[in-house]
């Protein structure tokens, strides 16, 4: 059973940093593309990055480029997101998907066959 398990959110101040992780289990990592999306009241959800099964290809989307990093540990069979410079618009509900391929999509929902259930960063001024 695949499963995505998501962490590392909080509250945290404008201008701090952190890193989401998302635990994978139930499929071969290396072997499937991820993604992060994010989700804030109000909004649909929209794409922040996504990286290929090997990690290699990493894509951003073009409101998501320069204060956000994607990278995966495929040994510890782990997607991480780092965000630095938070700002208040950053607070959201942030999720990990898994891409049915090897590729990824940092706008198609539809590329991914299985989310985790979120992790809240709350981002006060």
């Known amino acids: 059973q695949v499963q995505l398990v998501e962490s590392g959110g909080g509250s945290v101040q404008a201008g701090g940093s952190l890193t989401l992780s998302c635990a994978s289990s139930g499929y071969i990592f290396a072997d499937y593309g991820n993604g992060w999306f994010r989700q804030a009241p109000g909004k649909e959800r929209e794409g922040v990055a996504c990286?290929?099964?090997?990690?290699?290809?990493?894509f951003y989307a073009d409101s998501m480029k320069g204060r956000f990093t994607i990278y995966k540990d495929i040994a510890k069979n782990t997607l991480y997101l780092r965000i630095d410079n938070l700002k208040p618009e950053d607070t959201a509900m942030y999720y990990c998907?898994?891409?049915?391929?090897?590729?990824?999509?940092?706008?198609?929902?539809?590329?991914?066959?299985?989310w985790g259930q979120g992790t809240q960063v709350t981002v006060s001024s």
């Open positions: 998907g898994r891409s049915s391929s090897g590729y990824c999509s940092t706008s198609k929902e539809s590329a991914y066959d299985t």
């Open positions: 990286i290929w099964g090997g990690g290699i290809s990493k």
